[in-house]
T-cell receptor, first 109, second 112 residues
Framework: GIQVEQSPPDLILQEGANSTLRCNFS?????LQWFHQNPWGQLINLFY???GTKQNGRLSATTVATERYSLLYISSSQTTDSGVYFC???????????FGTGTRLTIIP | KAGVTQTPRYLIKTRGQQVTLSCSPI?????VSWYQQTPGQGLQFLFE???????NKGNFPGRFSGRQFSNSRSEMNVSTLELGDSALYLC???????????FGQGTRLTVV
């Protein structure tokens, strides 16, 4: 099946810093989403981005489908950005989301 | 517009018992899928239902089963619980193929 790798696995930053999270996938996809898992376990939707670039406030994401990767940018980090960020994909002919192992982001005041 | 609702939120069961978890998708969404999250295995796909039909199934033993009703609500059942079944169970709803998935708050199951 499709493989999804996220890097880095852990990231510790000072409040106000910028960060870039990467997601690599091993096959063509028709669905790619970024999630933030809150402390209670719920997956919060950040972006639905099978291709192209989107922005939402301090967050933006870019997926280059032909090169099989996606990037999540967080600018001017806040402590509330702490948590685990997951990338998940669905490849053609499949209906299940395959998740990466996540990036744990810790923002220090 | 209501989101995805999972009940119960927390559950403690004894080994050997069975459990049923419920998921109500967003109104108008016909696809419901279930995922298990554990510290060791990450987020793993259990199964997906669309219009009452199971379309896809993950690599889990037959003790894990599910169904979907005509109103798109879904239930998953785990029989003969084992300690290793302790996990966060997440349900996702989608309108259809090639659309965005939205997750519920999850059910945290502890098997003692």
């Amino acid at each position: 099946g499709i493989q999804v790798e996220q890097s880095p696995p852990d990231l510790i930053l000072q409040e106000g810093a910028n960060s870039t999270l990467r997601c690599n996938f091993s096959d063509s996809v028709n669905n790619l989403q970024w999630f933030h898992q809150n402390p209670w376990g719920q997956l919060i939707n950040l972006f639905y981005i099978p291709s192209g670039t989107k922005q939402n406030g301090r967050l933006s994401a870019t997926t280059v489908a032909t090169e099989r990767y996606s990037l999540l940018y967080i600018s001017s980090s806040q402590t509330t950005d702490s948590g685990v960020y997951f990338c998940a994909v669905i490849n053609f002919g499949n209906e299940k989301l395959t998740f990466g192992t996540g990036t744990r982001l810790t923002i220090i005041p | 517009k209501a989101g995805v609702t999972q009940t119960p939120r927390y559950l403690i069961k004894t080994r050997g018992q069975q459990v049923t978890l419920s998921c109500s998708p967003i109104s108008g969404h016909r696809s419901v899928s279930w995922y298990q999250q554990t510290p060791g295995q990450g987020l793993q796909f259990l199964f997906e239902y669309f219009s009452e039909t199971q379309r896809n199934k993950g690599n889990f033993p037959g003790r894990f089963s599910g169904r979907q009703f005509s109103n798109s609500r879904s239930e998953m059942n785990v029989s003969t619980l084992e300690l290793g079944d302790s996990a966060l169970y997440l349900c996702a709803s989608r309108r259809g193929t090639d659309t965005e998935a939205f997750f519920g708050q999850g059910t945290r199951l502890t098997v003692v």
